[in-house]
């Protein structure tokens, strides 16, 4: 199972970025997907899921700024980043479900929000 | 604030058995779902432990095992190397829907 992030780097506040994980060695189209952040400091937090059939969750702390969607086709998942606060700086990781659990990992993409 | 509650730091000596403690709520653990633990290294990927409570994947030593009762769950690590040095998460669903994790335990061995 692989699963590389890109498309990270550092947006001034209020911009938008848009993250992409590129996923091999496993079906894609058969697991559920999350995007997972861990600021400088701090623990992990759920950001995103989205499920096979195309269904998506998140936390308020993100809702209607961000955005999860996924390509099964190209075996990739997207995370579509608006209107960003300096809070939302921290390496943000995608991972692939197995039941309620997140089983494998990318290495993380660092989004650093700052003027 | 985080949805589980973990202590901050654990400790001990090379050789010894450390417990991790997670405890949640009845949205959550209490509500029948699933615990799981993940270890992390600073600059690495995190890497799932335990998962459905105290099943182990495929690679992870059986000194590491897990348990849950009620709105609590534990992790053990028995036999601690110097190589087990890290943070620790414990990670559940709750109700909302959403996806919970503890604030992290960082492991120091002695």
């Known amino acids: ?115 | 604030q985080s949805v589980l509650t973990q202590p901050p730091s654990v400790s001990g000596a090379p050789g010894q058995r450390v417990t991790i403690s997670c405890t949640g709520s009845s949205s959550n653990l209490g509500a029948g779902y699933d615990v799981h633990w993940y270890q992390h290294l600073p600059g690495r990927a995190p890497k799932l432990l335990i998962y459905n409570d105290k099943k182990r994947p495929s690679g992870v030593p059986d000194r590491f095992s897990g348990s849950k009762s009620g709105t609590s769950a534990s992790l053990a690590i028995t036999g601690l190397q110097a190589e087990d040095e890290a943070d620790y998460y414990c990670q559940s669903y709750d109700n909302s829907p959403s996806w919970v994790f503890g604030g992290g335990t960082k492991l120091t061995v002695l």
């Open chain 1, 1 to 115: 199972v692989h699963l590389v992030e890109s498309g990270g780097g550092l947006v001034q506040p209020g911009g938008s970025l848009r993250l992409s994980c590129a996923t091999s060695e496993f079906i894609f189209s058969d697991y559920d997907m999350h995007w997972v952040r861990q600021a400088t400091g701090k623990g992990l937090e759920w950001v995103s899921t989205i499920g096979t059939a195309g269904d998506t969750y998140c936390p308020g702390s993100v809702r209607g700024r961000f955005t999860i969607s996924r390509d099964d086709v190209e075996n990739s998942l997207y995370l579509e980043m608006n209107s960003l606060r300096v809070g939302d700086t921290a390496v943000y990781y995608c991972a692939r479900g197995f039941f309620s659990c997140l089983d494998s990992w990318g290495q993380g993409a660092l989004v650093t929000v700052s003027s």
